[in-house]
């Protein structure tokens, strides 16, 4: 799966090669989405099913967008697919504990109501990431987004709460930056979806 993401946009040389069905579709779809504003985005807007290996659920097991988004268009799909299938946050019956200073912890589902909108968890690192923070942070802060633990090794000191307050931070900090960014991305779909809804029915 990491292997096919991180040589999904390299361009091929030499002899030409069998695309699988997938893979095929999958380089369709991007092209299509080149041109966002002149594509409806309600009968053209890039999901799961149509570009699979795109989408790692699991945070702990994506590569940095950088490594193998290198367009502004390529990120910008990738944005969408994320957002629009929203944080991984897995309901598990029992969440597995470390020893955390003297004290055996784990991970309390209830932080996903608390800050749900962007906390993910991961089953394989048992670590929790901001998902807002890895898709833009490459662009805000040090533009490699991997500096802070929520997007590059993840987060699981179970007893401190407040890291997660001081993820946020305050107005103009990196976590609200990429806040700001995810939010703008989707209000651009509706803002399109709508505008070519309302084309739609004129034409009727």
Partial sequence: ????????????????????????????????????????????????????????????KRLPIMTFAKSAQEREMIRRIYLTNGPCQPKLDNFPQSLIGNKMRRFNPQWYNEFGIWLEYSESKDAIFCLHCYLFSCEHGDGRGGRDSFVGKGFRNWKDKQRLLKHIGKVGSIHKLCFSAAKDLMNQ?????????????KAK
């Avoid at 091929?12 to 893979?23: D, F, I, P, Q, V």
């Avoid at 095929?24 to 966002?36: A, T, W």
């Avoid at 779909?189 to 029915?201: A, K």
């Fill in 1 to 60: 799966m990491e292997r096919y993401i991180g040589s999904f946009f390299t361009k091929s040389s030499g002899s030409r090669t069998k695309r699988s069905r997938s893979e095929s579709s999958s380089i369709d779809l991007f092209q299509d989405k080149q041109n966002e504003c002149a594509t409806p985005l309600s009968q053209n807007k890039p999901t799961v099913e149509d570009s699979p290996d795109l989408y790692v659920p699991d945070p702990g």
């Fill in 189 to 201: 779909n509706q803002h399109i979806d709508i505008v070519m809804s309302g084309i739609s029915n």
